[in-house]
Structure formats: structure tokens, C-alpha cells
């Protein structure tokens, strides 16, 4: 069972910039980054798979930055531009074995408990 453990959340106004952390227990293949806000169904914010391919949602491409670093079994994600609409709270998610980057939650088993992350106007 993949343990995985969100960090890096907090409050900013917009325009400013967040790095969430997620710490996981031993290595996978892939890695995402979701988001929930209140009343909102689940949505993929950004994933980095095999051979460190990427793929993100169009609502933040140019603003977040995800990256992995498998040493240290960490996946991380870099928000900068950040709006009031990205308030939500953030969660990590992996798996292995996803051939292509995906951000569909119904392809990951393993789960983080979420940061919350507030942009204020």
C-alpha cells in the first residue's frame, strides 16, 4: 500500500505562488496532482508518468509546474499566477503502470488526505 502525504498548502492572495509537496512511502511509475473544491466534482490538475512525460488541465497550463524527483519519491507542484478560482484543496494520487500521462482519478489506486490551498482576491 503506497502511502502518500500532501504538504505545501496555505493561504495567498492571487497573483501569488504556492509549491505543494507530496511525500510518498516508495517509488511508482506515475503521479498526479487534483483538486476539489467545494460543491465541485473532483478535477486532474496536472500528471507526470514514464520517462517524465507531462500532461495539464487547460485551466492552469502556463501557471503550474509539476515535477518528480524518484530519489527522493516526491512529486511536487509549482503554482505561480495563482487565482481565486484555483482555491481548492489539493490532492496526490499514484499508481504504476499508466503508459500515457492521464488525469483521470479513475486510474489511480493511491491517494494523499489533501492540502488546502486558498487564493483570496
Known amino acids: 500500500q503506497v502511502q502518500l502525504v500532501e504538504s505545501g498548502g496555505g493561504s495567498v492572495q492571487a497573483g501569488g505562488s504556492l509549491r505543494l509537496s507530496c511525500a510518498a512511502s516508495?517509488?511508482?511509475?506515475?503521479m498526479c496532482w487534483f483538486r476539489q473544491a467545494p460543491g465541485k466534482e473532483r478535477e486532474g490538475v496536472a500528471t507526470i508518468g514514464i520517462f517524465g512525460r507531462t500532461k495539464y488541465a487547460d485551466f492552469v497550463k502556463g501557471r503550474f509546474t509539476i515535477s518528480k524527483d524518484n530519489a527522493k519519491n516526491s512529486l511536487y507542484l509549482q503554482m505561480n499566477g495563482l487565482k481565486p478560482e484555483d482555491t481548492a484543496m489539493y490532492y496526490c494520487?499514484?499508481?504504476?503502470?499508466?503508459?500515457?500521462?492521464?488525469?483521470?482519478?479513475?486510474?489511480?489506486?493511491?491517494w494523499g488526505q489533501g492540502t488546502q490551498v486558498t487564493v483570496s482576491s
Open positions: 516508495e517509488y511508482t511509475d506515475s
Open positions: 494520487a499514484a499508481d504504476f503502470r499508466i503508459t500515457l500521462p492521464t488525469l483521470s482519478d479513475n486510474d489511480f489506486r493511491y
